[in-house]
């Protein structure tokens, strides 16, 4: 039993930490762009092009995830993972309100693996500069909702990682793009693609909050999708690398449907695969209320009606 | 006391000065150009070597989620796929021979030898089972089993023979319509915001059987119900209101023959005997979400979870068991600060009988009939350190509010109460978790430390160990295992 509990706490402590997937990661990887760009755009330009992309992209969304971690290693010049990947499957929903619909109200419920099935996770993410964003969860081992405490983007260092993955909620991130210094470094090529290397350095304010000293960007200049994102520590060793691939048209809108974030600092990797991507689904206000983490009836009834809308 | 205090407060300071040292940033790896991605197109390839179809980088470590062929030609039937077993095998030693005793209020000392022995050495099966059968309905259930092994403290009181043990714990069809929802069966009703440590968390009876069980989150036990769940915005915005109702009362039950905590009565102590008038328990929940904040605001008439058993007029029967009911009413209310959580549980109990059990598996010895009001007072921080590290404290008081002058045997004039601290840290992805739990009463007396390490070995498979030490002086009942250490072993398999 002692077993039981700590498997749980495991869980919550693990979700304790983790604050929102479903847009933020959406958010990130879905850098896409529907028209083309005069070359004189600059490094600030291009990241704001995104953004706006972005949560076009991401609101009414219903999703399906796959999220993988291995521990990996070099071998003959090549990084493989060095053991069995741990493998969850997710199934998220999520909706923009607010002024100019810049927050997010989102649900993640984890599908597998059996250990974990079931545990849910409500957030409401806040554009508005100073108020904290709000997770809450369900566990049966507590038998109620439970408030989270992890901090927000705005006020606290401290990323959380994404389900335990290496993702955490500043590699997710998105817009605040005036906290950064943007510069277009120049054009290269990037995985057979043309592409912008843009470096961002945060300003003084945001340098307080996050731990990188730098982000270095590499922008497909067709597809306006990141496909590879270096991360700097305050002594400018990179510490993280993200890789993305599978770049689909999704509803119109070009997308990374596989992303690896690589942590160069414990050798452990993690590969989010956005296995459905839907937008545009008509979603029930009340699904995004914590009656949906621990109503299972009215949850499965509603979870149904959006799959039908799939179809 | 002193001694216990220090012992907490450095066995604190110890796990948290250290762990950043142990758990430093090594220096990253630096990746040369030349690299590549399992011979994939990744990054780092020269850019005239690669082919315009990238895309199939990365997929095959992760078995190709994108690959429909991997996907079952034969789906499992959905009333199947509610299913969820874990198979479990748990050992736990109490590694020290010693003589531990306890001193009671007359003076008397009572000593007890201690053997490094087996304590629990059992296999277990949990089952949930979960099946939305049709819109709007939901069946819920979970059920175990246990095997009791050899020298397993059951298997010994069996007289060496195995033993097993089957239990029904939730099994409930829910109801969901419209803003509404209907609960009807076995289930649990937590209220409450401090985990663990809640003087509001008193609706779902519990047992405390022996050390592998020193959670409330592990002892509670489900009780028939009748649950409805109002959502609303009839009682405000972002608010619900919850009640429950149950016309079958359940009592902590009575300690297992063979548990450390068992210890052998004049008169057998047997279920309780319930009379021809109707006994019932009821209440009701409001709650309402602010930003950053839960409010919630309750009343219920309990009864209390713990019998009172005194001796029969015929010295051969049976102790006689009565209940008390009592009224309870209650606020919770949420703070969140950034990474913190401020947790706080009020609790007013009208006419409750006065004894207090703040170590669990205990029943006092010495309680009185004697109705008082109390209140009680539960109050909790959540911190999260960093992205694996997360800090729980809280502490519980109780004090009686009434004067009843005719209270010679008032237990419970001072305030009493019992504090917990939880430390954890969670690695390789939390696939492995690394934690410490202390819990002890306010006036220092006593300590239980826990520590545990789980290692998820992968989707299956998991393992754990855990370390248990008892501090407590001579005069609590903690004292029958003052100076025990007991280490355990577990292994799960989930499918």
């Keep these: ?311 | 006391m002193r001694k216990h205090v220090a012992h907490a407060i450095g066995a604190a300071a110890l796990w948290v000065s250290y762990s950043p040292l142990l758990f430093a940033q090594d220096e990253p790896l630096v990746l040369d150009d030349d690299v590549i991605f399992d011979g994939d197109l990744g990054f780092g390839i020269p850019s005239d070597a690669i082919p315009t179809d990238f895309d199939a980088s990365f997929d095959d470590v992760f078995d190709n989620p994108f690959d429909v062929a991997n996907e079952s030609e034969q789906p499992i039937p959905a009333w199947l796929e509610g299913f969820t077993v874990k198979l479990s095998q748990q050992v736990l030693f109490q590694t020290k021979t010693h003589l531990a005793g306890v001193t009671l209020a007359n003076g008397q000392r009572i000593n007890m030898p201690h053997l490094a022995d087996i304590e629990t050495n059992r296999m277990g099966a949990n089952i949930r089972y979960q099946y939305a059968f049709a819109p709007g309905w939901l069946l819920q259930a979970s059920a175990q089993a246990r095997l009791f092994l050899y020298d397993d403290y059951e298997f010994e009181a069996n007289n060496q023979s195995f033993e097993t043990e089957y239990r029904l714990n939730e099994f409930f069809f829910q109801r969901s319509f419209g803003s509404h929802s209907v609960k009807l069966g076995n289930q649990t009703v937590v209220w409450g915001e401090v985990d663990g440590n809640s003087v509001l968390d008193v609706i779902n009876i519990t047992e405390f059987r022996d050390f592998s069980i020193i959670d409330i989150e592990d002892a509670r036990l489900n009780q028939p119900m009748l649950v409805w769940d109002y959502f609303g915005d009839l009682f405000g915005e972002r608010s619900q209101v919850s009640t429950f109702v149950t016309l079958y009362p359940e009592y902590n039950p009575p300690i297992v023959r063979g548990s450390p905590f068992y210890f052998e009565p004049p008169n057998a102590l047997v279920d309780y005997k319930r009379g021809k008038s109707l006994d019932f328990e009821g209440g009701i929940k409001w709650s309402r979400s602010f930003s950053g904040s839960d409010v919630s605001l309750m009343a219920a008439r309990l009864i209390e979870n713990q019998l009172r058993y005194s001796a029969p007029p015929n010295p051969t029967d049976d102790a006689l068991s009565t209940n008390n009911t009592y009224t309870l009413f209650g606020v919770s209310a949420n703070r969140a600060f950034g990474k913190l959580l401020l947790n706080l549980d009020l609790a007013y109990s009208a006419g409750i009988v006065v004894s207090s059990f703040n170590i669990p598996g205990f029943a006092g010895s010495n309680t009185t009939d004697l109705r008082h009001d109390q209140l009680g007072v539960s109050f909790g921080l959540e911190y999260a350190i960093d992205n694996e590290q997360n800090i729980a404290l809280s502490v519980q008081g109780q004090k009686m509010v009434d004067d009843n002058e005719s209270s010679q045997f008032a237990l419970n004039d001072d305030v009493s109460g019992v504090w917990l601290m939880r430390y954890s840290n969670s690695l390789m992805n939390s696939d492995l978790a690394l934690a410490i739990s202390m819990q002890g009463d306010i006036d220092a007396e006593y300590t239980i430390l826990q520590a545990s390490a789980d290692r998820t070995l992968n989707d299956h498979w998991a393992a754990g160990i855990n370390l248990i030490v008892l501090e407590g002086v001579e005069t609590t009942p903690i004292a029958l295992f003052e100076g025990d250490i007991r280490v355990g072993f577990s292994i799960t398999y989930t499918f």
């Design chain 1, 1 to 311: 039993m002692i077993a039981f509990a700590a498997t749980h706490r495991t869980v919550l402590n693990r979700l304790m930490m983790n604050r929102i997937l479903t847009t933020a990661a959406v958010f990130y990887c879905l850098i896409a762009a529907n028209t083309s760009l005069a070359q004189s755009l600059t490094g600030r330009e291009i990241m704001e092009r995104t953004d706006d992309n972005q949560r076009s992209i991401s609101d009414s969304s219903f999703n399906r995830m796959q999220l993988s971690t291995c521990r990996f290693g070099i071998k003959d010049v090549k990084i493989t993972c060095a053991e069995r990947p741990r493998v969850k499957a997710l199934e998220s929903v999520g909706k923009n309100y607010g002024p100019n619909r810049r927050d997010t109200k989102s649900v993640t419920i984890v599908l597998e693996p059996a250990a974990e099935r079931g545990i849910g996770m409500l957030s409401y993410s806040y554009d508005e500069s100073g108020r904290d964003n709000e997770t809450w969860l369900y566990l049966s081992a507590l038998g109620r909702v439970k408030r989270i405490a992890s901090g927000n983007s705005e006020d606290d260092s401290e990323p959380a990682s994404v389900f335990g993955s290496e993702f955490t909620t500043e590699d997710t991130e998105t817009g605040k793009l005036e906290e950064y210094e943007i510069t277009l470094l120049e054009e290269t090529i990037e995985s057979g693609r043309d592409v912008w290397k843009i470096e961002m350095v945060p300003n003084k304010e945001r340098a307080r909050k996050t731990r990188y000293s730098k982000v270095i960007q590499y922008i497909d200049k067709e597809r306006f999708v990141s496909l590879r994102t270096e991360m700097y520590d305050q002594y400018a060793k990179e510490i993280k690398r993200l890789m993305a691939s599978r770049v689909e048209l999704v509803n119109g809108a070009w997308t990374a449907r596989s992303l690896t974030m690589m942590n160069l600092v414990t050798n452990r990797l993690s590969n989010m695969a956005f296995l459905e991507i839907h937008t545009g689904i008509e979603i029930d206000d009340n699904f995004l209320t914590q009656r949906t983490l621990e109503d299972v009836a009215f949850r499965e009834t509603e979870l149904e009606k959006l799959r039908n809308q799939l179809q």
